[in-house]
């Protein structure tokens, strides 16, 4: 366990860790089908599918194969493919950016906003997301998350895990890593903070992918926090 | 007059138009004199002294005479040439630190954190500031200013008046700059802001500079808003 006190600001992973991002692409897919008569999709294998090209579309930008871009770009490209891919066409430009934006309207697991209120008494919230600034702002004002500042990857213009990232963050947080906590509920993002130096805290969320079994191991790793919620994660930093 | 329904964000000035950073210097100063018995001091002129070194220090900065540099580093290396100047010795390191961090502790002037809470909810609210971003953070946390996001110079790694502080910020807000509507209380800003394509707001701080006559002249420029405080802003875009 680490000392509260040596804490200065939380960062945290977004898609998954803070929102559904599932659930909120089959709530708005399903309508979308709904007003335009598509019947044979199944929206969680969509989501699943989209949210897949999501590494490989990033990892294009890491490289340098391609200048610097936002993610609400990527996403825009990935679901003309993924959109293609499950044969769904006849969709106006309108309602495909309309669809994008879906990211931009995700919900938060229902302890997030309680969570993040207690823990933002104490402690400064940033985003350390790879979502660029407009969807974060756009998704916190709609969900009432309190964060007090958008950090993360456009700012650094290095998406995770690249060091970068996590660093810039830290560093515009005027913290040194070890003031900072990573919250995240994705073993490889915990990883990549740990090693530029942040604390870190795995939160469960066991939920995301939908009805399957979340993968196992991840609780065994040396996360400096463990948490089942951001309720538990308020209660074990004495928020 | 502009249409208020194409905006998308509202970009603030801070220092000056949002909080008052001489009563600020003011207060803390005297407390500090107080504290070391200090008698001489003039602490309205120290902190108009303090604030004069503000646009050269960044100069440097913009000519490219010295990298990167944030408000912090060089408020601290104007404070240490101020204490000089009036001639105060005898601080301990620690306690220029914590002289220099006034600028994270400004009070906003009276109508803001209520102005700002009413236009929060049709506009995104953001920091198109020269502080950077942890100054800015722990200001906003202290005072309760409600911004949806903390971008400006750190976040463009350009000081104002550059051009490439005002288009970062639209930017990343997914809003062109005819879509952003900049608010300061100084003509300069403004005009850099509208050089970029940014509407425009004046808003009146007489007591900036405290008992002197307000600059004459900047009502009379074409801004495309010009308020008398916050309140008078949300009332004139329908908040």
């Known amino acids: ?8 600001a939380l960062t945290f992973d977004v898609f998954g860790t803070v929102v559904d991002w599932r659930s909120g692409v089959i709530r708005d897919g399903e309508a979308l089908a709904r007003a335009k008569g598509i019947q044979h999709v199944d929206w ?12 490989p579309a990033m990892q294009r930008v890491r490289t340098g194969e391609r200048p610097w871009t936002t993610l609400d770009v990527l996403h825009r490209e990935s679901l003309q493919e993924v ?39 104490r402690y400064v919230l940033a985003t350390l997301s790879n979502g660029n600034v407009a969807l974060m702002v756009d998704m916190a004002k709609r969900a009432a998350l309190p964060w007090d500042a958008i950090l993360g990857a456009e700012v650094a213009r290095h998406y995770k895990p690249d060091p970068e990232t996590y660093l810039t963050t830290a560093a515009m947080l005027g913290a040194s890593p070890e003031a900072c906590l990573m919250v995240a509920a994705h073993g ?12 870190t805290a795995y939160v469960s969320r066991p939920d995301e992918y939908g009805p399957r079994p979340p993968r ?12 089942s919620d951001f309720l538990d994660l308020a209660d074990r930093l004495g928020c």
Do not use: Q
Not at 1 to 8: G, H, L, S
Not at 188 to 199: E, I, S
């Open 44 to 55: 969680g294998a969509f989501a699943a599918a989209w949210r897949g090209r999501y590494l």
């Open 188 to 199: 490889g993002d915990l990883a990549a903070a740990g090693a530029c130096g942040f604390r």
């Open 216 to 227: 196992s191991g991840t609780k065994a790793r040396p996360w400096d926090v463990v948490a």
């Open 83 to 121: 959109l293609a891919e499950f044969d769904v066409g006849g969709l106006a430009d309108g309602e495909i950016d309309d669809l994008n934006r879906v990211w931009h309207r995700l919900d938060p697991w229902p302890d997030a906003v309680e969570g993040l209120t207690r823990l933002r008494r």
């Open 1 to 8: 366990m680490i000392d509260p006190a040596t804490i200065r």
